[in-house]
């Protein structure tokens, strides 16, 4: 969540000429509600039933970059689906990072409070930090790591684009 996969996945795609998929805004086009709304609807459990069953149909195809949703990694079903199909790139920041470019965000289900309202400074601090240290042991399964914090989006896709392309 807010490693910068959205930005840097569509430029990566077509540097080096492959399609585009972000999973989020596959599942609110195909269900014609935001991420946040299908959350407050339908309860988090839902949305990963659904995230899983598209990020399935869209993984079929093949020469694709796939930005995936924060959560999606932190199910080893996920994972070994993605391990089938291709490579995981994982975009590492520091909580700190994530604090900063998180903060005014009101449209992330899991930084928000039980109540629906936006997390004082010190929880969303807490809460990042949980975030990250329950989903390390799916992060580190990722096939590669790249860090993000104090790399311009053009060194971080100049790198990805020489490690995609070395492994063709």
Known sequence: MASGKSTIGPILANTIGWGFYDLDKEIEKRKGKKIKEIFDEKGEAAFRATE???LMEISSGINLIISLGGGTMADQKNIT?????????????TAESFYYRLKYKTNRPTLIG?????????DLRNRI????????KFYDQADYTIKTDGISIGQTVDSLAKIILKEL
């Open 81 to 93: 689906l993605m391990k089938k199909k291709g490579k995981i790139i994982y975009l590492h920041a």
């Open 52 to 54: 899983r069953e598209v």
């Open 114 to 122: 039980k109540n629906k309202e936006i997390l004082p400074d010190k």
């Open 129 to 136: 930090e949980e975030l990250l240290n329950y989903r390390k």
